[in-house]
């Protein structure tokens, strides 16, 4: 892919996941799919970070198995026919642990979600006492369909080597 337009692409990826406030995740362990909807914060590599209880099936399923794949929409549906702009991904999720990587990692999410500092502590996530965990999925591919931006060829594919 040439430069420009893998920039190009690059850039619309990280406008449509500025523009997207929940992501859909979907796990998947012993050929079971789950899928859930979950607040998100993305940083300058286009990871991206979300907090969720210990309890929560998709939080154990991504301990069993880091294989995840999700998805975000961001602009009103009118009906069938309207021109539309989604986003997917793949990758790999974990859960994230250690002062240095937690600090970090919530640095990015509260940044984004400002009253996540009303409900978790920096100390309590790090040393377990908090029934939030933060993960951080590494993607290795987002898939951009964009009517709107790339009408005659929608499915715009950025691989991400990490």
């Keep these: 892919m040439q430069l420009a337009i893998f920039m190009e ?4 990826v990280r406008e449509y996941l500025r523009d997207s406030k929940l992501m859909h995740l979907a796990t998947s362990v012993n050929d079971r799919p789950w899928l859930c909807h979950v607040w998100f914060a993305y940083d300058k590599d286009l990871s ?3 907090i969720s209880r210990d309890s929560r ?3 154990k399923e991504i301990l069993a198995q880091s294989r995840v794949a999700g998805g975000m929409v961001n602009h009103p549906l ?3 026919g309207q021109k539309v702009r989604g986003l997917s991904f793949e ?3 974990e859960e994230l642990c250690g002062e240095k990587e937690i600090s970090a990692a919530f640095g990015v999410y509260s940044k984004r979600w400002l009253k996540a500092k009303d409900h978790y502590r920096i100390k309590e ?3 377990g006492e908090s029934h939030g965990r933060i993960f951080r999925i590494l ?3 987002y898939v ?3 009517e709107i931006n790339f009408p005659e060829q929608p499915r715009q594919e950025l691989t991400i080597k990490r």
Excluded: C, M, T
């Design 125 to 127: 996530l790090v040393s």
């Design 91 to 93: 990758g790999w999720a």
């Design 48 to 50: 991206l970070y979300f």
């Design 144 to 146: 951009l369909f964009d």
């Design 57 to 59: 099936r998709h939080s």
């Design 78 to 80: 009118k009906g069938f």
């Design 139 to 141: 993607p290795e591919r």
């Design 9 to 12: 692409i690059r850039e619309f």
